[in-house]
């Protein structure tokens, strides 16, 4: 009887909204989301949704568009040349970054993860390319690779040669584009491998090594699965930043010789934005749009997963 007196009454639904309207945790959500929501509606949606309209327009982005064209712009973009070798750029840019810019990064943050003075250094020195900005990149490199002076134009004079210009080669401009990608950005996935070799027990690699294994093997069968989760993300970055690379480019090839050299991102700017084809431009954009949502939602859906 008396358990049954020191039970307390369950609160009723009423009073149990209010107790979480007065946590901190609710007044927070309340005063801070909806300026958020705000901001992402007005530039996120706001300008996905008028893409979405300006694609089936002849539009040049002034006044009213009124010239609907259906699907022409989709059917034009996909006819295009130009637009086909972009595709292939930016197929290529993925490839490299897999391929080359991921492991080299991996590589490098197995032999300075340590923490040491030294290896500090060297990870600023490996670091610094991705804290410049792309157009500065980009510029940088068109004067390295520029035939009248740097360094290209150096060695061929040593070499006794005639003036290469390496952007004004159609065999050779992108790979020059790759190459500067490649340089600017694998420092960020480097210090994402090094954060996570860093939370590797280092336990776990001296048992291994008790137990005999090499260097080699303990990278292989230890420090590699314990860091997983880390190049997982690392290669989700690494394919949506591809498809987005546009900064680099223009300053270094500007798309160039004879558009070779332009990705998806420089040919939405150069045959819409600039020739003021905004419609045309708007139907790019969705088009990539899907695209970058599609590869998130199936990479995120493959390998990102939380096991049941």
């Known amino acids: ?83 086909q070798q972009s595709v292939m750029n930016s197929l290529k840019v993925i490839a490299v970054s897999l391929l080359v810019q991921l492991p080299l990064a991996l590589l490098l943050a197995l032999l300075i993860y340590r923490r040491t003075p030294e290896n500090t250094v060297f990870r600023l020195i490996f670091f610094l390319p991705y804290i410049l900005a792309e157009i500065a990149a980009g510029l940088i490199w068109s004067f390295i690779v520029d035939g009248n002076y740097g360094v290209v134009a150096d060695l061929t004079r040593a070499l006794g040669l005639e003036p290469y210009f390496i952007t004004s080669d159609r065999s050779w401009a992108f790979t020059a584009v790759m190459v500067v ?99 045309y431009g708007s139907a790019i954009g969705v088009t990539l749009f899907i695209a970058a949502v599609l590869v998130a939602v199936f990479y995120q859906r493959l390998f990102m997963r939380k096991p049941a």
């Open 1 to 83: 009887m008396a358990a049954v007196e020191m039970t307390a009454e369950q609160p009723s639904a009423t009073e149990k909204l209010r107790r979480r309207l007065t946590s901190g945790r609710m007044t927070a959500t309340l005063v801070l989301l909806p300026p958020a929501l705000i901001l992402f509606t007005l530039f996120v949606i706001y300008p996905l949704a008028g893409s979405g309209v300006y694609a089936f327009y002849d539009w040049n982005g002034y006044n009213t568009p009124t010239d609907f064209v259906g699907f022409a712009n989709f059917e034009r973009m996909a006819g295009h040349s130009v637009f």
């Open 181 to 279: 990608i490649v340089w600017k950005y694998f420092g960020f996935h480097m210090m994402i491998y090094i954060a996570a070799l860093q939370g590797v027990p280092k336990d776990m690699i001296e048992a291994a090594r008790i137990e005999g294994a090499s260097r080699f093997e303990v990278v292989r069968h230890v420090q590699i699965p314990m860091i997983k989760p880390a190049i997982i993300v690392s290669v989700f970055f690494s394919v949506i930043g591809a498809l987005q690379v546009f900064d680099v480019v223009i300053p270094l090839t500007n798309g160039g010789p004879a558009n070779s050299s332009h990705t998806i991102v420089t040919y939405l700017y150069t045959f819409g934005l600039a020739r003021l084809k905004i419609g």
